[in-house]
């Protein structure tokens, strides 16, 4: 992978190197020496027939860290959100939910899900399943849930309260899995955030709002 | 993929006496699982007039007669009913106890959600004596230009090259529920335990082993027949093109659906002054704007092919009274299974 000086850039990103463990507790020592890197998510998907998010509600703001302790890799993120929507008991209903996306073999891919010879590995996480899940895409629509238990690696902590949800997703930087990205120190890797707000009859699929690609360097 | 038959089937309105039995058959088969199912009735019988199941399904809209983006989810209380618990281990004292003559009671108390499947059987529309109401069985149509598939951005729903069966796999399904919205009729539901769609699969696997659908197997009035659309041998495809005496429910909703109605006769009203007129009691008028042969139909058209029916169905009637021979009238009698289900 080629470095990319993007440092000052808002699109930067730096995963802190940490010595010694790191848990997925969000007042961890670690989070506090690690400096936050605001992103903004404004780019609507336009899917045919589906919904797409209102005008004037896609700038969401999203507060990233990441650290790395040379064994495992932790994504700390927090967004505001005034009401959470976690249960989903009614044909109405959906979920608040979360992703990252980083190309899986290429350096970059489309950032809408990839395409078949750019696929791309995605984390996706949603407020009612609680649980992440590892995924790759080859193209919008294509999504899959990998079921290799190699990929069954990834753990995560979520939490609401006082209008801010907090998700921290951690995973082993190196894996078996084909199906995930491995993460080598020096290195800068693509990655794409998205947000949906749930609610009634609310956000989905392709109905969400994502960021550019990001740039995010393993110190 | 280019589908290579299409399974079709006929449902006798004149036959349906609204017992119930498909649908208990199809709930105890397929949906009798988890909590998620409850509210799901992947074949129901609705009584018409009325309000359907879910309620006003017909208002809703779907995927090709609709904004898209302003098509309602339904909601499962309001408009599937909530599934309620009786009491009958107490009333039946299974459990032993001595409690003296307790009521049968539903729960949750039926006042706070005031609807169910069934919420309005037999209520109908009229005025005694020319008060009226017919039973209406509905599962997945099956359709030719399915909107559920359409609508979904994942691929989730398919259409079996075989035999044009419309499923959902489940491993593709992230439950986004845009085949909800999609489906005009209504005929996709939600499991919230599951957490993805599920819908009528035609009972695809007694179908692979030649075996009728368990709605129709089940079915006292033996109203149904199911057979392939090319066969022009079977009695299905007698019914549609030969006699020319079934029709597509809303075939204006443009989904080309593959369930078709023999519509219902009824006896004439009387008029005011006590006599027998010319009109069923059922009017043309409402059955014209239910059913019909395909989408660019008019309305004139189908009030004049209910009509050809009717007139079809009281003469082969006729011609067996006097003592002759129907085809037609064999068919509809249906006396054995071999006669209703050729697949």
Known sequence: ?219 | MAIMRQIQMVFDLNKCIGCHTCAMACKTMWTDRDAGQMHMYWMNVETRPGTGYPKDWENLGGWFNADRNTIPLPHIHEGYGTPWEYNYKEVLKTEGGDTPAPKLIPSPDPSEYPYASNWDEDVGKGTFPNSYYFYLPRICNHCTDPACLEACPRQAVYKRSEDGIVLIDPKRCRGYRYCVKGCPYKKVYYNPEEKISQKCVFCYPRIEERKGNFCSTQCAGRISWIGYADDTKSNIYKLINTWKVALRLHPEYKTEPNVFYIPPLSPPTYSFTSKLTDSPRIPIDMLAKMFGDTHDQNYDQRVTRIKQIFDILQNERNKVASGGNSELIDILISRSEADRFQI
């Open chain 1, 1 to 219: 992978m080629p470095d990319h000086d993007l440092s000052g850039s808002s699109r930067a990103i730096t995963a802190v190197y940490i010595q010694g463990p790191v848990t997925l507790a969000p007042l961890d020592p670690a989070w506090i020496q690690t400096p936050e890197t605001v992103i903004t998510l404004s780019r609507r998907i336009h899917e045919t027939g589906a919904k797409m998010v209102d005008m004037g509600n896609e700038n969401r703001r999203i507060k990233v860290k990441v650290v790395h302790n040379g064994t495992d890799i932790f994504f700390f993120y927090q967004w505001d959100e005034s009401t959470p929507n976690v249960t989903v008991n009614d044909y109405s209903l959906f979920a608040d939910a979360f992703a990252m996306e980083i190309p899986l073999i290429t350096e970059v891919s489309p950032i809408w899900m990839g395409a078949k010879d750019k696929p791309v590995n995605i984390i996706y996480w949603r407020a009612d399943l609680a649980r992440p899940e590892n995924i790759v895409g080859g193209g919008i629509g294509t999504t899959q849930i990998s079921s290799d238990t190699e990929s069954q690696n990834i753990r995560h902590y979520q939490n609401w309260a006082n209008g801010v949800w907090t998700v921290i997703i951690t995973r082993p930087m190196t894996t078996a899995s084909h199906n995930q990205v491995s993460f080598v120190r020096s290195a800068t890797y693509r990655l794409a955030l998205a947000n949906w707000k749930g609610g009634s009859d609310a956000e989905r699929g392709g109905n969400k709002i994502i960021s550019d690609w990001l740039y995010l360097f393993i110190k």
